[in-house]
């Protein structure tokens, strides 16, 4: 019953660094979302999967990348990480469209650029 | 979709008290309006909905109303208690219809 995990849970970063950001789900969701959200700001949408092999940019996909080689993998890849990276990354999934299911929401993964 | 503006962005009631946040969208097409809780440090979590074909949807102390001719959605909490204390979000669809994008949030506090 684990539902939507993301890995890591926090992570420091130096600018100019690259990592990737796990979000795995068990519940066999062909959607798959990445927001990010600043301080006290809402959420944010940077790419977005409606299944295995498609993937879409959001509302702020630079600086970012995303595959979709599986149902229940869907890795977010920052290549040269800057200072503005720093926020909380949730991931998300539902079965369907989001008019038809809601999303779930992972834990959230703490990113700090220094 | 792909444009939602929430109001307040913080509200402070007592205990007891009504609490309305309101979310105004752009798109006539827009068909569905969630609602989403998150408390400090956790994942955002729905906690209602309520599509086009219907004004109003209740959940215990919570509701949601809908006005499609003025293009706003309303979330009303009744009888507010300490724990309803967290960030609210509205949201409707990108163009594709396909992700939600949020409104930047109703801070709530309630105090006892």
């Known amino acids: 019953n684990a539902g939507v995990t993301q890995t890591p849970k926090f992570r420091i970063l130096k600018i100019g660094q690259s990592m990737t950001l796990q979000c795995t789900q068990d519940m066999n969701h062909n959607y798959m979302y990445w927001y990010r959200q600043d301080p006290g700001m809402g959420l944010k949408l940077i790419y977005y999967?409606?299944?295995?092999?498609?993937?879409d940019k959001g509302e702020v996909p630079n600086g970012y990348n995303v595959s979709r080689s599986t149902t229940e993998d869907f890795p977010l890849r920052l290549e040269l990480a800057a200072p503005s990276q720093t926020s909380v990354y949730f991931c998300?999934?539902?079965?369907?469209?989001?008019?038809?299911?809601?999303?779930?929401f992972g834990d959230g993964t703490r990113l700090s650029i220094l | 979709g792909e444009n939602v503006e929430q109001h307040p962005s913080t509200l402070s009631v007592q205990e007891g008290d009504s609490a309305v946040i309101k979310c105004t969208y752009s798109?006539?097409?827009?068909?569905?309006f969630p609602w989403y809780k998150q408390e400090l440090g956790k994942r955002p979590q729905l906690i209602i909905d309520?599509?086009?074909?219907?004004g109003e949807k209740k959940d215990q102390r919570i509701a949601v109303t809908l006005n499609k001719t003025a293009k706003h959605f309303s979330l009303h909490i009744t009888e507010t208690q300490p724990e309803d204390s967290a960030v609210y979000f509205c949201a409707d669809f990108n163009q594709a219809g396909t992700a939600l994008i949020f409104g930047k949030g109703t801070t709530l506090s309630v105090s006892s």
């Open positions: 798109d006539s097409a827009s068909n569905y």
């Open positions: 309520i599509r086009s074909n219907v």
């Open positions: 999967s409606v299944g295995a092999g498609i993937t």
């Open positions: 998300a999934s539902s079965t369907d469209r989001a008019s038809n299911q809601p999303q779930h």
